[in-house]
């Protein structure tokens, strides 16, 4: 090319290389779980990554002798046995992140020190060459390389079904289903939630032209930012192809923030109050085509957080997906949406039909990390307890549960009613008074459950802020929402906590506590004088 500064031409030459990764191949390891085929993810020491390569957003692949010295190069390849060495590819994971983003605002506006996770990179195995051999070969490589894993494929945790019967009873009490409610109706009379919070939702694709987030365009919806992780596209250029996967994400958001009294449709839970022009709080779309170890974990670093690249700096996250794997990656991604105050809320999982009990009680992640990081979410069924296949709702699962479940919020098809994504999808609400039937549907599986604790957490925050009512000495932190969600929960009684946690949410009572008019806030200390 030829640039012109006013007094002469200088030729510029441009070097660009392209990498093909054709698509997604599944694969198993010995414990049947399933990963992204072809491929290992590496954790290097910062210290080593060239700095070139680090720092260049605009490079997001190179052979592994670019980035580490050679001694490093020549110890992974002799681990492996492989030669030559000059083939092995890395591609990033943080891909919007550079040795810069050290630091991050929080949502509470500390600044916060990040760990590096800019140093984690997808590693491309050779042809022929077995995945779980290499993570293993390269396991004692240490310090040089911290660890190695699987990109691990995680599920969402939903029972799709087409039964339906009945409205919103999740939300509002019924004499059909009088204890399979979460007491909206004293809570929306506190508040109904403000477009200053926003809640991150990681989903396959979401169809944000549906009518309840707003006016059928991108710019006139809900979704104030997002983008996809797995392709790198823009929300309207993943539109078309994440419509086909749409319906999980799209049931999700309208939970949480469905535009409520809008004369049409459902109510999110914090979805705000049309009549008055306000439509509720705003949502992050962070999709994912592939739910993969690097895409989910890249969309919660970026979803949590904001430096000087970039970030949604969301106050929610919702996570709707899991699998009984414990990954490395996701736990420092998750860790990094503690670091930055982000309440990041999570599904316990199901128990399908056909499966044994014995998986009743098995691992799931992301909501088995830590408990101070994720609110564990396991599912209720028509009478406010936990959802089993034997009794309370329908027959298609039951939640899963151990000593990490938090709280319980509904999952059962027979109570949730919600948004349904995408043109032509069949089934829909078709018992229901709504036009066109095929824009709501019944929804079930503690991915339903998630989404109906990260609303009440959006109204908490939305309420209790003195952005909005300077009577109120500070905001919620993440630590007071897990502590008042726990607090004010409903105790379902003959289940103990390993089944159902503090019990079933209590929308009313939660906000009622933290409400002025009340009598209740919560005032931070920063005494150190014993008890306070």
């Known amino acids: ?175 059909l289903e009088p204890d399979a409610h979460i007491n909206m109706n004293g809570a929306w009379d506190i508040e109904t939630g403000k477009s200053g919070i926003k809640v991150g939702m990681i989903e396959n694709g979401i169809d944000y032209k549906h009518p309840e987030f707003g006016g059928g365009t991108l710019a006139t919806s809900k979704f104030v930012g997002g983008e996809e992780f797995y392709f790198g596209h823009t929300l309207e250029n993943y539109y078309p192809l994440g419509l086909s996967v749409s319906w999980h994400g799209t049931a999700t958001s309208g939970i949480v923030g469905a535009i409520r009294n809008n004369g049409f449709g459902i109510a999110g839970i914090a979805g705000g109050d049309a009549a008055n022009n306000n439509t509720g709080v705003s949502l992050i779309a962070l999709e994912c085509y592939y739910l993969t170890t690097a895409t989910s974990a890249n969309a919660i670093v970026k979803g949590s957080s904001l430096t000087t690249n970039g970030g949604y700096e969301c106050d929610i996250i919702n996570a709707s997906f899991g699998g009984p794997f414990w990954d490395l990656t996701l736990e420092s991604a998750i860790e990094n949406c503690f670091d930055n105050h982000c309440v990041f809320i999570a599904s316990r999982g199901n128990r399908n039909a056909d499966q044994n009990q014995n998986q009743n009680t098995k691992e799931h992640y992301p909501s088995g990390y830590k408990k101070e990081w994720v609110i564990c979410t396991g599912s209720s069924g028509n009478n406010g307890r936990r959802k089993k296949i034997t009794s309370n709702g329908d027959a298609h699962y039951e939640s899963k549960y151990d000593h990490k479940v938090d709280i319980i919020a509904p999952g059962s098809m027979d109570i949730v009613l919600t948004c349904q994504g995408g043109p032509n999808l069949g089934g829909g609400f078709i018992d229901g008074p709504f036009t066109p039937d095929d824009e709501y549907s019944h929804f079930s599986g503690t991915s339903s459950a998630a989404p109906h604790v990260a609303g009440l957490a959006a109204l908490m925050l939305s309420h209790h802020s003195p952005a909005t009512n300077p009577l109120y000495p500070n905001k919620l932190d993440d630590g007071d929402i897990q502590h008042l969600l726990k607090y004010y929960a409903t105790d379902v009684g003959i289940e103990g906590q390993t089944e159902v946690g503090f019990g079933l949410i209590d929308a009313k009572r939660t906000m009622q506590h933290i409400d002025l008019n009340n009598g209740y806030w919560v005032q931070h200390s920063t005494s150190n004088v014993p008890g306070s």
Do not use: H
Not at 7 to 20: G, V
Not at 140 to 164: A, E, F, K, T, W
């Open 1 to 175: 090319g030829i640039s012109f500064d006013g007094i002469a031409n200088t030729n510029i030459t441009y070097k660009y290389s392209l990498l093909r990764i054709d698509s997604l191949v599944v694969g198993y390891n010995t414990d049947s779980n399933k990963y992204v085929k072809g491929e290992v993810i590496v954790k290097f020491d910062p210290a080593i990554i060239d700095s070139n390569f680090a720092d260049n957003i605009n490079w997001q692949f190179a052979k592994l002798s670019e980035i580490v010295p050679d001694s490093v190069v020549t110890d992974i390849v002799n681990a492996m046995s492989y030669d030559p060495a000059g083939d092995l590819v890395v591609v990033k994971i943080y891909d919007w992140m550079t040795k810069s983003d050290s630091l991050s605002i929080a949502r509470n506006g500390d600044t916060i020190l990040m760990n590096k996770l800019w140093s984690t990179y997808r590693l491309l195995s050779p042809l022929g060459y077995n995945d779980t051999s290499i993570m293993n070969s390269l396991s004692n490589l240490y310090p040089d390389l911290i660890y190695s894993q699987l990109n691990y494929l995680y599920d969402l945790d939903n029972i799709p079904n087409d039964n339906y019967k009945g409205y919103q009873l999740s939300l509002l009490p019924t004499t």
